[in-house]
């Protein structure tokens, strides 16, 4: 969607999608905005609890029935499992994406990751499709006026033109982007000091990953550390994704993950907003 400030001003029920890096601030924006009274809709929570919950368990499960004790307790049906898995802690959707490398190391087989990683690109396209029907349940049901889409770092490398359509023609999209070495810099730190799983397009996982293997005189990804091969392949994700996002800028609106940071409460998100709407006429 696009407007002049004036039509931003009178829109009643406002609808925002936050894009950008992982760390950039989306989620930080989307907490405090819940705080005060918008409908916070995590695309990460709705793939967890919906698309892949099966799938997760069913992980859990085959983890827990290579423990002998576990295992006679499940095939009796003496215990069960189940998900927790909260907006602001979403461990089981990353631990079903996994990080690429040694299975003794914690890191899951290519085949198995690819496996993953297709799995978790399907389920979040069918999340963001779940966006309309959210806006209209956190009004009708729930009694929220504004409502907030909190998308993962990967929408822009879905390759789902109708995702994106979808979002411009249902909220506002609004562009958090890193526009300093600085800043650059202290989210590549960030997430290399704690590598955690990502999603990868299948063609830059496997070009990165055969220059991974060459680097390091390497022959096969299940010779790879783990999180050595994540903390290294980030800053390549980060660069790789930033013309993706600035695409999808075109059809919406823009600030810098500074401006971001600045925000307190909703008077400041609304006037933030109004900031990149006035840039953008």
């Not at 009643?12 to 705080?35: A, C, E, F, Q």
């Not at 499992?81 to 040694?102: A, E, M, Q």
């Not at 899951?108 to 806006?135: C, G, S, T, W």
């Amino acid at each position: 969607m696009k407007f002049t400030v004036e039509e931003f001003r009178r829109w009643p029920t406002k609808r925002v999608t936050l894009l950008g890096m992982s760390g950039v601030g989306k989620t930080y924006l989307s907490d405090m905005l819940r705080k005060h009274h918008w409908f916070h809709y995590s695309g990460d929570y709705r793939i967890g609890t919906r698309y892949l919950d099966e799938e997760i368990l069913d992980l859990i499960k085959q983890q827990a029935m290579r423990v002998p004790f576990l295992k006679q307790l499940l095939r009796n049906d003496w215990i069960y499992i189940r998900n927790n898995i909260k907006v602001s802690d979403l461990g089981p959707v990353l631990s079903f994406v996994g990080k690429l490398g040694n299975p003794e190391a914690g890191g899951v087989p290519l085949e198995d990751f690819q496996n993953r990683q297709a799995k978790y690109r399907e389920a979040e396209i069918a999340a963001m499709h779940d966006v309309p029907a959210f806006i209209e349940k956190a009004q009708q049901i729930y009694g929220y006026q504004h409502f907030v889409n909190d998308v993962g770092g990967s929408l822009c490398e879905l390759d789902d033109p109708g995702v994106i359509e979808l979002l411009v023609e249902q909220t506002l999209m609004l562009y958090i982007q890193v526009t300093d070495e600085e800043e650059e810099q202290k989210l590549i730190t960030r997430a290399q000091s704690d590598p955690k799983p990502l999603y990868y397009r299948s063609d830059f996982l496997l070009e990165q990953l055969a220059a991974y293997l060459r680097e390091n005189k390497l022959e096969y990804a299940a010779q790879m550390d783990p999180d050595a091969f994540t903390r290294w392949v980030f800053p390549r994700l980060f660069h790789s994704r930033v013309p993706r996002y600035e695409a999808i800028a075109e059809r919406g609106y823009r600030v810098t993950s500074r401006e971001a940071s600045q925000v307190r409460d909703e008077q400041d998100f609304l006037g933030l907003l109004e900031t990149a709407i006035a840039r953008g006429q």
